[in-house]
């Protein structure tokens, strides 16, 4: 069973999502740090100085300036402005792992197309796509040149 373990966990596709899963991490952590310290502020710049990460909606009806105070006290609150934020983080996240796949994607595609087998050829009476195979056009009924043979229109 430790050597059924061991063959799994060293598979390539483990070692791969592992490394995924590490990258991923530093990667969120980016993202969260460009949302909190650079796209808020501007965005609050932008909306007459509002901070996202301050707004919050008070529940406990006694008054607080602040989350922290809020949080101090235990105060039932909602975080509109932090769920923003994460929302914002989610949104550019999703985003780049899309645009990343979509890349991906793409190249598989050409090397699909690059490996794919010819399957069809044109005759070359009615340029029809036919069987590479064929030996009679079944669009033009033409004969067509097969090795040793020349081409014949019946």
């Known amino acids: ?12 596709n483990v070692m791969d999502l592992a490394v ?7 990667f969120g952590k980016i993202v969260t740090s460009l949302v909190n310290d650079i ?17 919050f909606i008070n529940l406990s009806g006694v ?9 101090t006290a235990h105060a ?4 509109y402005g932090l769920f923003l934020n994460s929302v914002i983080d989610f949104v550019i996240i999703a985003f780049s792992i899309f645009i990343v796949i979509k890349q991906l994607n793409r190249f598989k595609r050409k090397q699909e197309v690059e490996q794919a087998p010819v399957t ?24 067509l040149e097969t090795k040793g043979t020349a081409l014949a229109h019946e």
Do not use: Q, W
């Open 1 to 12: 069973m430790l050597k059924e373990f061991k063959e799994f966990a060293l598979k390539g």
């Open 76 to 79: 039932a609150t909602l975080n």
């Open 120 to 143: 069809t050829k044109e005759c070359p009476h009615c340029i029809s796509a036919i069987p590479v195979k064929a030996t009679r056009c079944p669009n033009c009924t033409s004969m």
């Open 63 to 71: 008054p607080y300036k602040t989350i922290a105070e809020a949080k």
């Open 20 to 26: 995924g899963v590490v990258i991923g991490g530093a």
């Open 39 to 55: 796209i808020t502020p501007l965005i609050g710049l932008l909306l007459g100085k509002v901070d996202f990460s301050g707004l």
